[in-house]
Nanobody, 115 residues
Protein backbone atom coordinates (compact mmCIF):
# COMPACT_ATOMS: atom_id res chain seq x y z
CA UNK A 1 0.00 0.00 0.00
CA UNK A 2 1.01 3.62 -0.42
CA UNK A 3 3.13 4.93 2.44
CA UNK A 4 4.52 8.42 2.88
CA UNK A 5 6.78 9.15 5.84
CA UNK A 6 7.87 12.70 6.61
CA UNK A 7 11.01 13.56 8.58
CA UNK A 8 13.05 16.66 9.33
CA UNK A 9 10.65 18.95 11.14
CA UNK A 10 11.27 20.73 14.42
CA UNK A 11 11.74 24.08 16.10
CA UNK A 12 13.74 26.78 14.35
CA UNK A 13 14.26 30.49 14.91
CA UNK A 14 12.94 33.06 12.41
CA UNK A 15 15.32 33.32 9.49
CA UNK A 16 16.49 29.76 9.94
CA UNK A 17 16.28 26.74 7.67
CA UNK A 18 14.89 23.24 7.72
CA UNK A 19 14.87 20.42 5.20
CA UNK A 20 11.88 18.10 5.12
CA UNK A 21 12.07 14.65 3.55
CA UNK A 22 9.28 12.33 2.50
CA UNK A 23 10.11 8.67 1.88
CA UNK A 24 7.55 7.06 -0.42
CA UNK A 25 6.70 3.42 -1.06
CA UNK A 26 3.93 1.28 -2.48
CA UNK A 27 3.72 2.92 -5.89
CA UNK A 28 5.94 3.83 -8.87
CA UNK A 29 7.43 6.99 -7.44
CA UNK A 30 9.13 8.29 -10.59
CA UNK A 31 5.89 8.48 -12.57
CA UNK A 32 3.93 10.52 -10.01
CA UNK A 33 3.85 14.19 -9.11
CA UNK A 34 4.53 14.83 -5.42
CA UNK A 35 3.27 17.64 -3.22
CA UNK A 36 3.86 19.30 0.11
CA UNK A 37 0.93 20.83 1.99
CA UNK A 38 0.79 22.58 5.32
CA UNK A 39 -1.95 23.19 7.84
CA UNK A 40 -1.72 25.84 10.52
CA UNK A 41 -3.92 25.71 13.63
CA UNK A 42 -7.48 26.72 12.79
CA UNK A 43 -6.78 26.95 9.07
CA UNK A 44 -7.40 24.86 5.98
CA UNK A 45 -4.73 22.55 4.62
CA UNK A 46 -3.10 24.30 1.69
CA UNK A 47 -0.67 23.42 -1.07
CA UNK A 48 2.83 24.74 -0.48
CA UNK A 49 4.81 23.21 -3.36
CA UNK A 50 4.58 20.50 -5.98
CA UNK A 51 6.91 18.74 -8.37
CA UNK A 52 5.88 16.81 -11.45
CA UNK A 53 7.33 13.50 -12.57
CA UNK A 54 9.41 15.49 -15.07
CA UNK A 55 10.71 17.92 -12.47
CA UNK A 56 8.50 20.95 -13.11
CA UNK A 57 7.75 22.79 -9.90
CA UNK A 58 4.98 24.88 -8.38
CA UNK A 59 5.12 27.13 -5.34
CA UNK A 60 2.53 29.03 -3.38
CA UNK A 61 3.13 32.76 -3.52
CA UNK A 62 3.82 32.82 0.21
CA UNK A 63 6.92 30.61 -0.15
CA UNK A 64 8.32 31.59 -3.56
CA UNK A 65 12.00 32.40 -3.34
CA UNK A 66 12.32 30.79 0.10
CA UNK A 67 11.32 27.14 -0.37
CA UNK A 68 12.66 24.61 -2.89
CA UNK A 69 11.05 21.28 -3.70
CA UNK A 70 13.14 18.51 -5.24
CA UNK A 71 13.02 14.76 -5.72
CA UNK A 72 15.38 11.80 -5.85
CA UNK A 73 13.79 9.07 -7.94
CA UNK A 74 16.53 6.58 -7.04
CA UNK A 75 15.67 6.95 -3.35
CA UNK A 76 11.88 7.43 -3.77
CA UNK A 77 12.15 10.61 -1.75
CA UNK A 78 10.85 14.15 -2.14
CA UNK A 79 12.40 17.07 -0.27
CA UNK A 80 11.33 20.52 0.81
CA UNK A 81 14.19 22.90 1.58
CA UNK A 82 12.82 25.77 3.63
CA UNK A 83 14.95 28.88 4.06
CA UNK A 84 14.31 32.29 5.61
CA UNK A 85 11.59 30.76 7.73
CA UNK A 86 8.96 33.03 9.24
CA UNK A 87 6.64 32.51 12.22
CA UNK A 88 3.73 32.26 9.77
CA UNK A 89 5.34 29.13 8.29
CA UNK A 90 4.51 27.34 11.54
CA UNK A 91 2.27 24.42 10.65
CA UNK A 92 2.05 20.68 10.25
CA UNK A 93 3.58 19.76 6.89
CA UNK A 94 2.17 16.85 4.90
CA UNK A 95 3.56 14.91 1.97
CA UNK A 96 0.95 14.07 -0.67
CA UNK A 97 0.54 12.00 -3.80
CA UNK A 98 -2.51 11.57 -6.00
CA UNK A 99 -2.81 8.08 -7.43
CA UNK A 100 -5.73 7.02 -9.63
CA UNK A 101 -7.64 10.09 -8.46
CA UNK A 102 -7.20 9.33 -4.76
CA UNK A 103 -5.20 11.47 -2.35
CA UNK A 104 -2.66 9.80 -0.11
CA UNK A 105 -1.13 11.60 2.86
CA UNK A 106 1.69 11.13 5.27
CA UNK A 107 1.05 11.54 9.00
CA UNK A 108 2.49 15.03 8.91
CA UNK A 109 5.37 16.65 10.72
CA UNK A 110 5.40 19.75 12.89
CA UNK A 111 7.43 22.79 11.90
CA UNK A 112 7.55 25.58 14.47
CA UNK A 113 9.24 28.90 13.74
CA UNK A 114 9.70 30.86 16.94
CA UNK A 115 12.30 32.78 18.87
Amino acid sequence: QVQLVETGGGLVQPGGSLRLSCAASGFTFRTHAMNWYHQAPGKERELVAGISSGGSTYYADSVKGRFTISRDNDKNTVFLQMNSLKPEDTAVYYCNVVRWGQNYWGRGIQVTVSS
